[in-house]
């Protein structure tokens, strides 16, 4: 009678058991695979790309290979015109603060091509909060300007050959002025 007992109280342990693992398995299974996947709208490319549609100064501009695109920071070096001082000493004297009162982050998004090209400009616009905020207009569109017509963008060199990058570029504004370029 009393092995029974134990059997009975193994048995009811070891149910609870593979119930609880079933349960964590399953709801580890939802959470990755389900919950965080859009339902009507499901993702459709990388959260770097850029649509052509949609993207600034693409006109005549072309990629080298659309399907294989990489990012800027798969090299060690930069690819800024004359290296990171050199492309921060070009905006600097290059750019004129016309009393803006704007403060946040101008990022400036777009494809360097494996010719040393760019294109497919995006404008993301936040501020020091990172909430979305427009900046005054001018001074969004100087600081386009400056960055898409700097020249000698650099392509990537990646598994022996010039590849297509997406790259970025952030000002941080701070009352009109540029306190910071990133990366």
Known sequence: MRTKKVFKILGIILGVIII???CFVGYGYYMFSKSLMPE???FE???HYIDP???LLNEGFN???ESYIAQ???TPELPYPNGKNGFR????LAYVNNNYTDSGYLNIRFIINCEGDVGRFVIHENNLDLEPNLFNEDLKNQLFKLTSEAKGWKPIFLHDEDRDSYMYVSYRIEHGEITEIIP
């Open 72 to 74: 800027y920071y798969n």
């Open 45 to 47: 490319h990388a959260s």
């Open 40 to 42: 009507n709208e499901p």
């Open 89 to 92: 000493n070009y905006i600097n």
């Open 63 to 65: 990629v080298c290979n």
């Open 20 to 22: 609880a693992i079933a």
């Open 53 to 55: 549609d949609e993207a």
